[in-house]
């Protein structure tokens, strides 16, 4: 799947995504949520039924996918950087809110069954949005002929396919599967 380039953007990407979900749950470890506190009327209030459909949640990650891969190139990996620990954040503050509830069990439960696909997609995304810097770098410094060849462009676009296919199949069961978990659960 990575061609020529090296099999450790796809560990990089994975070990940004997860520093950042060791930021996010130290982070969180400094603020104290009461037990007591009720946040289904915020809740409610928040999140509409409509950003639990299929389409809304494709088009957010759909966003997502598109900034870690496109973004990367635009920024020589840069915005790829950032949100690959912005989204690790994300979830490490998830993670922290339902540890210290004693909720863990609810936390996987509603994160593993989409999340297995949709973290997969935004690792493979990050790998995108690396490999046409890399490719430049590679020429800037003499150890390839052409800037981007027609191969690193097709690597580039297969890495952003397979992860707009792995978002469509999270957003499908989170949209079904994950929701009528959460329904059971609450």
């Known amino acids: 799947m990575l061609g020529r380039m090296p099999h450790y953007f796809l560990l990089f990407s994975f070990s940004l995504f997860f520093l950042g979900i060791i930021i996010g749950t130290n982070f969180s470890e400094h603020y104290d949520i009461p037990s007591d506190v009720n946040f289904l009327p915020l809740l409610e209030r928040e999140f509409s039924k409509s950003m639990f459909s299929f389409s809304y949640i494709f088009l957010n990650n759909l966003k997502v996918v598109l900034l870690l891969s496109f973004g990367g190139v635009l920024t020589f990996g840069g915005l790829t950087f950032l949100n690959l620990i912005f989204n690790g954040v994300n979830v490490g503050v998830m993670f922290y809110a339902y540890l210290n509830l004693g909720e863990l069990k609810t936390f996987f439960l509603l994160i593993l069954p989409h999340g297995i696909f949709e ?10 949005g690396f490999k046409i810097p890399y490719e430049i770098l590679r ?6 002929e052409e800037i981007i060849t027609e191969e690193d462009a097709k690597e580039f676009f297969k890495l952003v396919l397979i992860s707009i296919i792995l978002i469509f199949i999270a957003a499908l069961i989170e949209s079904t599967i994950t929701l009528k978990i959460a329904e059971s659960l609450g």
């Open 119 to 128: 973290i997969s997609a935004i690792i493979i995304a990050g790998v995108a």
């Open 139 to 144: 020429f800037a410094l003499g150890k390839k």
